[in-house]
């Protein structure tokens, strides 16, 4: 399993918000991949997971990704089949950010999680 990198446009809304980790890749302006070497090279393209630790540690946002459960008429919870949603807490300010779309991946979840995270920072 390898981690998830972030897609084009979260990268350059990380990109705009102070994200300047080194990674091994980038995109170039057109939205295709290089390494982070190539002159071409525009936008850090970090893993979903790499973003999201910077997002906690710098920022105090922590994004959750959770599979969606529902409550059966006898009372049980059941896990849902490939739907996922996310949620997003601020440190200290005691906000919480949550959404009613649902995705069909952990990973799709977690990227328009960040993406959502991104945009609450100045």
């Given at each position: 399993?390898?981690?998830?990198l972030?897609?084009?446009?979260?990268?350059?809304?990380?990109?705009?918000?102070?994200?300047?980790?080194?990674t091994?890749?980038?995109?170039?302006?057109?939205?295709?991949?290089?390494?982070?070497?190539?002159?071409?090279?525009?936008?850090?393209?970090?893993?979903?997971?790499?973003?999201?630790?910077?997002?906690?540690?710098?920022?105090?946002?922590?994004?959750?990704?959770?599979?969606?459960?529902?409550?059966?008429?006898?009372?049980?919870?059941?896990?849902?089949?490939n739907?996922?949603?996310?949620?997003?807490?601020?440190?200290?300010?005691?906000?919480?950010?949550?959404?009613?779309n649902?995705?069909?991946?952990?990973?799709?979840?977690?990227?328009?999680?960040?993406?959502?995270?991104?945009?609450?920072?100045?």
């Amino acid at each position: 399993m390898d981690d998830e990198l972030i897609k084009f446009k979260t990268a350059k809304l990380a990109n705009e918000k102070g994200y300047c980790i080194t990674t091994e890749g980038s995109y170039k302006a057109d939205g295709g991949m290089h390494p982070t070497s190539s002159l071409e090279a525009r936008f850090l393209a970090p893993t979903q997971s790499l973003l999201q630790r910077w997002l906690r540690k710098v920022h105090n946002i922590d994004v959750e990704p959770y599979q969606i459960q529902l409550l059966s008429a006898n009372r049980e919870i059941e896990m849902t089949d490939n739907e996922y949603s996310y949620k997003i807490l601020v440190k200290g300010i005691m906000e919480f950010v949550t959404n009613d779309n649902e995705f069909e991946t952990y990973e799709e979840a977690l990227e328009k999680g960040l993406y959502t995270a991104l945009n609450l920072l100045n």
